[in-house]
């Protein structure tokens, strides 16, 4: 026989798990109502599903929140973001109005062990990292759910609902005061994330009727927090929570239901069978969207607290900034595991500087203040309107977000192509309107993804207005300065009346030092974040992330 603690971490492993319930009651149902016209892959069937929603226009989603005994890292980031992302693409781009729902544990023995541990009470301990996690959330650019809900606020509920899957012959008490899921009861349909057949044999503990049955209420421990319910003192089990707070909100029926895979065993199973026991139905969460782990590189273990190998979001913040982590997230699929290394971060990093870069030269061309070949217009005309359809088509094909970076990044190639800088004006027609056309719409798809180019959190907008104006000054004031020193006295006249080659201009001897200060500003305000460029007797300028070397300052 094969021990329990082995099929629980067989289990866990969803992408090698292959089986399917053989009973009718196991297998998915597919949902009637409104057809969005997307598909996305359901880990209930493990494969991509059309995506239907109960009514038009309008998804109900529950995500299972952070247990708050610690501060949140990168793995937790991964998650939200990636779902964070789905949820934009919903709603800005096929108008589905999301209502989401996330649950806080503010009550578990993690909880209780670590405000033992500083002798602080596990609810002040609790709160101290739920705020920070909404900081964090805040700071990552996380839209916030419609609602937070606590474990601790809703007790009275958690009872109820565990008192009528008793009724409902699903669940049994213990001499001890513990309460149990039964799993026998509910037979095969027991596993519909991840199938048992007949491996769970090995004995468990001795009140358990099964091994696999699980805990909804647990009798309190000397020195742990309790609540009054009908069979003594105790605290809700881990996953009765999450069933009662979302059948609260959505009652019988959740169109998707969100969460990290390690979370689709047992957290997700037991809210699986703890609903349809409660709500005597074959099926309560129509799709299961499980994001993957996030690695650290050379590691194939999981980002994790419990095995010390993690970043804050806090730390990670200090050297990074929120768009380089979205565009992170972006450039994988979302269900998909992901390395996190100097290498990746470089990647987001210089695929936000080149879109950035586009929109700046574009803007820069559009204003006249560089000079061109003649365009292609028809040709990017085109090419926008392919981008536009790849986009379309890949975010409606289980949110693919890798197809839509590679679409934007092409588009970008094209338009770069025809921004070749030439010295002098050949007067040739111009053609701005594309351009805008084109950022315009490269700012508005990565709006909708999360990614501000626009920058408008980055600074105080005060503040913001102030350097805008401030550098824009200093720039013009260079710009005079380096025209001055790059004139030669005299030398405009000749050349204009010579119908030879005029020489190569040469600045004046004593304008040297002008022209090599000149280079030194520009130099200098790179690692301050200030960008410009050089264009023939005019230049430009962009505000770029100043990245701060917290690590260097610290040593």
């Given at each position: 026989m094969r021990p329990f603690l082995t099929l629980v971490r067989n289990a866990a492993s969803l992408v090698s798990t292959r089986a399917v319930c053989s009973e009718s009651g196991s297998k998915w149902i597919?949902?009637?109502?409104?057809?969005?016209?997307?598909?996305?892959?359901?880990?209930?069937?493990?494969?991509?599903?059309?995506?239907?929603?109960?009514?038009?226009?309008?998804?109900?989603?529950?995500?299972?929140?952070?247990?708050?005994?610690?501060?949140?890292?990168?793995?937790?980031?991964?998650?939200?973001?990636?779902?964070?992302?789905?949820?934009?693409i919903l709603t800005r781009l096929f108008g589905i109005n999301v209502t989401h729902v996330m649950v806080i544990t503010d009550i578990d023995d993690k909880i209780i062990q670590r405000g033992l541990e500083e002798n602080v009470s596990p609810f002040v301990l609790a709160r101290m990292y739920e705020e920070e996690f909404k900081r964090d959330m805040m700071a990552l650019k996380v839209l916030p759910p419609a609602v937070y809900m606590r474990v601790t606020e809703n007790i009275p509920q958690i009872v109820a609902f565990i008192e009528g899957i008793i009724s409902n012959g699903h669940a049994y008490a213990t001499g001890q005061g513990d309460v149990y899921f039964d799993t026998r009861s509910i037979g095969s349909r027991y596993g519909k994330l991840v199938n048992f057949g007949d491996a769970a044999e090995a004995p468990g503990v001795k009140e358990k009727r099964d091994p696999r049955d699980f805990a909804l209420w647990k009798a309190s421990k000397p020195q742990e927090p309790y609540w009054m319910s009908p069979w003594g003192r105790g605290r809700p089990g881990w996953h009765i929570e999450c069933s009662t707070i979302a059948s609260s909100v959505f009652g019988s029926q959740l169109d998707i239901h969100s969460g990290g895979l390690d979370l689709a065993f047992p957290h997700h199973e037991n809210e699986i069978a703890q609903c349809e026991a409660y709500h005597k139905c074959d099926q309560w969460g129509n799709y299961f969207l499980h994001?993957?782990?996030?690695?650290?590189?050379?590691?194939?273990?999981?980002?994790?607290?419990?095995?010390?190998?993690?970043?804050?979001i806090k730390d990670y913040l200090q050297s990074h900034s929120a768009n380089e982590f979205r565009l992170f997230c972006l450039l994988t699929k979302y269900r998909s595991a992901i390395d996190y290394s100097d290498a990746s971060m470089n990647e987001a990093r210089s695929t936000l500087s080149a879109i950035s870069a586009f929109i700046h030269n574009a803007q820069a061309y559009m204003q006249g203040?560089?000079?061109?070949?003649?365009?292609?217009?028809?040709?990017?005309?085109?090419?926008?309107?392919?981008?536009?359809?790849?986009?379309?088509?890949?975010?409606?094909?289980?949110?693919?977000?890798?197809?839509?970076?590679?679409?934007?990044?092409?588009?970008?190639?094209?338009?770069?192509?025809?921004?070749?800088?030439?010295?002098?004006?050949?007067?040739t027609s111009r053609s701005p309107a594309v351009f805008g056309a084109m950022l315009t719409y490269i700012r508005d798809i990565m709006d909708v993804l999360g990614v501000d180019l626009l920058d408008r959190k980055e600074f105080h907008d005060d503040l913001s207005g102030v350097l805008h104006n401030v550098v824009e000054q200093l720039v013009r004031f260079r710009s005079e300065v380096r025209n001055f020193a790059l004139s030669v006295e005299g030398q405009a006249t000749q050349d204009l009346q010579n119908s030879v080659q005029p020489p190569r201009k040469k600045p004046h001897p004593d304008r040297v030092p002008l022209l090599k200060a000149c280079d030194a500003l520009r130099k200098d305000l790179v690692p301050l974040g200030v960008q410009i460029k050089d264009r023939g007797t005019t230049s430009t300028w962009e505000i770029t992330q100043q990245q701060k070397e917290i690590k260097d300052k610290k040593s």
């Open positions: 597919k949902p009637a109502g409104y057809d969005t016209g997307l598909k996305t892959y359901n880990s209930l069937t493990r494969q991509k599903e059309p995506l239907v929603l109960a009514k038009e226009g309008v998804a109900t989603w529950y995500s299972c929140g952070p247990t708050v005994y610690d501060h949140a890292h990168l793995g937790h980031a991964c998650s939200y973001v990636r779902f964070d992302i789905l949820q934009r994001s993957g782990h996030l690695h650290l590189k050379g590691s194939s273990e999981k980002m994790s607290k419990s095995l010390k190998n993690y970043i804050t203040q560089l000079l061109c070949q003649t365009i292609q217009e028809s040709f990017l005309w085109e090419r926008l309107s392919a981008a536009q359809a790849s986009v379309q088509s890949a975010l409606a094909d289980d949110f693919d977000t890798p197809k839509v970076m590679d679409a934007i990044m092409s588009l970008i190639y094209h338009g770069n192509c025809q921004l070749q800088p030439v010295t002098k004006s050949n007067g």
